[in-house]
């Protein structure tokens, strides 16, 4: 398991942007892709965006134009860059890594937006 440390969760006025960050404990090896999550209350944890160990790059419709990830040269730190923030994007992030041994899970970060 890969320990997976969070930052860069606040609240912010809707048009705003935020910044997340996720750091992993060490060197991930066996990586096969790194991701962020919301979940509001009530809900499951839907998928935002998630890249691959080759730099595939997955964002769902939901977040598309207006939040982008990327990772540190060593894979070892995901981002997740949020701009137009909307109310509805309010809930806690997760970040997630995937490799052969399995996945690991961020203790998650408030993300809330005012209107």
């Known amino acids: 398991q890969v320990q997976l440390v969070e930052s860069g969760g606040g609240e912010v006025q809707g048009g705003g942007s935020l910044r997340l960050s996720c750091a992993a404990s060490?060197?991930?090896?066996?990586?096969?892709?790194m991701g962020w999550y919301r979940q509001t209350p009530g809900n499951q944890r839907d998928v935002l965006a998630r890249i691959s160990s080759s730099g595939d790059v997955y964002i769902a419709d939901s977040v598309k134009g207006r939040f982008t990830i990327s990772t540190d040269d060593n894979m070892s730190t995901v981002y997740l860059q949020m701009s137009s923030l909307k109310p509805m994007d309010t809930g806690v992030y997760y970040c997630?890594?995937?490799?052969?041994?399995?996945?690991?899970w961020g203790q998650g970060t408030q993300v809330t937006v005012s209107s």
């Open positions: 997630a890594v995937d490799t052969l041994s399995g996945r690991s």
């Open positions: 060490k060197t991930i090896f066996g990586l096969l892709t």
